[in-house]
């Protein structure tokens, strides 16, 4: 219960899950086409699937965990973008690029421990792999906030039912205005 009691919106949170889940598939979708772009074999669904299986499953297997990452990635930022101080547009793209930034340096316990690693580019001292990871991280931000934003965007405010109509300079109908009655 002391999850209810948080204060989260469960809704925005689970529409941003579903926005990180899309934006992940895209990302790893289009791997096999910045591979070729960037010369670099680095494979985020081969790294995650290949951490669970060597066999012919890990591709499915990366592929779900991807999708996983990136529903809880979004569930977070669901939460987190209303209260960035920077345009709509920007809070995707800067949230994922900090976390692209700011966990980089951790790839050098995969080039050490992952179970696969040899099987596995190095990716800690490789730029290419760098900017690779950088390109995938703006394109997921840029997929993650847009879609996060239309799911979760205020709804518009219902016009008054009996709403007056007024003239552009604000001093109402000149029907209203005139008198119907001469004056005395």
């Known amino acids: ?9 469960h809704t925005r949170t689970l529409r941003g899950a579903v926005c990180g889940a899309v934006a992940g ?17 680095y494979d985020d669904v081969e790294l995650l699937g290949k951490s669970v299986t060597r066999g012919d499953g890990w591709y499915p297997v990366g592929f779900a965990l991807h999708m996983v990452n990136g ?9 987190l973008a209303p209260s960035l101080p920077l345009p709509p547009a920007a ?12 966990l980089w340096p951790l790839v050098a316990l995969t080039d050490r421990y992952h179970p696969a690693r040899n099987d596995l580019p190095k990716l800690s001292r490789s730029r290419r792999a760098f900017a690779q990871a950088a390109w995938r991280h703006a394109l997921f931000g840029v997929l993650l906030g847009e ?3 239309r799911l979760n965007a ?10 007056v109509e007024f003239s552009s300079n604000g001093h109402g109908r000149l029907e209203h205005a005139v008198s119907v009655e001469p004056a005395p």
């Open 147 to 149: 879609l996060e934003r």
């Open 154 to 163: 205020e709804p518009e405010p219902a016009p008054p039912e009996n709403e």
């Open 1 to 9: 219960m002391l999850f209810l009691s948080t204060g989260i919106d």
């Open 91 to 102: 809070r995707g793209p800067f949230v994922a690029l900090a976390e692209h930034v700011g």
């Open 71 to 79: 529903a809880i990635f979004g569930a977070a930022y669901s939460n």
């Open 25 to 41: 598939a895209a990302w790893a979708l289009q791997q096999p086409l910045d591979k070729l772009v960037f010369g670099s074999r």
